[in-house]
């Protein structure tokens, strides 16, 4: 529980305007019990279980609802067959905050909520027939029920966010909206945040290899921020940066080696003099 308050609190520092709205729904990859079985096609992509979100509602700041039974994941994150998606090459939505509406889903018409409204509006990652994943935008990005394991006939998740069956009717019960008696859909029900912060290094290893260059727009794991990994790669100074690390992770510790080198070389080359 204190994890998932520790991100919310982290959200409103970045966001203040989150404090306005009445909800805020989190899903946070890597803070899930990872229960369930994967579908036989991913299970290297899902080897800790399928359960790997954990989903936080909170209400004027306080948190009202928890499940660690979600996932932000497709079944068959990044499959370049399309084998669930009619054909068509499966998105992975890209970490953000986007407004959820109420919506009836697929053909049966069931009860979920929709990330932004109608159109191509959501950010995602696809794949070509060649794995080469491209920047897209997708529409009907929905969050719906699930079984807590996937199948190998037919998937839960082709892009979409899921919550196990049992645990999404109390998020129905919260934010679904009715009118004489009747689910709405279209209803404006707060902001949801999707973060991949949290993942395990070893899943992140391996959704690095398989998401490639995009892997950063996916997943939100690095603790650095991005201008300081540009810096590192920039500065390619003899003495100064010997580029380990550039290309993977750059760690606190490896900055401050290099902020070190970095002011040595300076003060050197401009016959400085170095205030303690």
């Known amino acids: 529980m204190n ?7 982290s959200y409103i520092i970045k966001f203040p305007k989150l404090k306005q709205e009445e909800f805020v729904t989190i899903l946070a990859e890597g803070l899930g ?14 080897s800790l279980g399928r359960m790997g ?3 936080g509602i909170f209400k004027n700041g306080e948190l009202i609802f928890l499940t660690k039974n979600a996932s932000t994941l497709p079944d068959i994150p990044m499959d370049p067959l399309g084998r669930f998606n009619s054909g068509s090459k499966t998105p992975t939505v890209c970490v953000g905050i986007y407004s959820l509406y109420t919506k009836l889903h697929g053909s049966k018409r069931i009860k979920a909520f929709e990330l932004e409204r109608g159109g191509e509006s959501v950010p995602v990652i696809r794949n070509s027939k060649d794995y080469v994943e491209y920047k897209s935008i997708s529409s009907g990005i929905n969050l719906h029920n699930r079984s807590v394991n996937d199948s190998d006939k037919w998937a839960w998740s082709t892009g979409c966010q899921t919550v196990e069956k049992e645990d999404f009717d109390k998020i129905v ?7 004489n008696g009747r689910y709405v859909e279209g209803v404006y029900v707060g902001k949801i945040i999707i973060d991949r912060s949290r993942i395990p290094e070893i899943l992140q290893n391996r959704y690095q290899q398989r998401y490639g260059k995009y892997y950063l727009d996916c ?9 300081a990994r540009d810096a590192w790669n920039k500065f390619r100074i003899e003495e100064v940066n010997d580029g380990k690390g550039a290309k993977n992770i750059v760690t606190e510790e490896q900055l401050m080696v290099f902020f070190e080198r970095m002011e040595h070389y300076l003060v050197k080359k401009y016959n400085l003099e170095k205030l303690l």
Request: hydrophobic share 35%; net charge positive.
């Open 173 to 179: 019960n919260i934010l679904g909206c009715y009118k």
């Open 53 to 55: 979100a954990a989903l």
């Open 219 to 227: 997943f939100n794991t690095e603790d650095v921020s991005p201008w």
């Open 33 to 46: 019990d990872y229960r369930g079985k994967p579908n036989s096609l991913a299970t290297k992509l899902h």
């Open 3 to 9: 994890k998932i308050i520790e991100l919310y609190n």
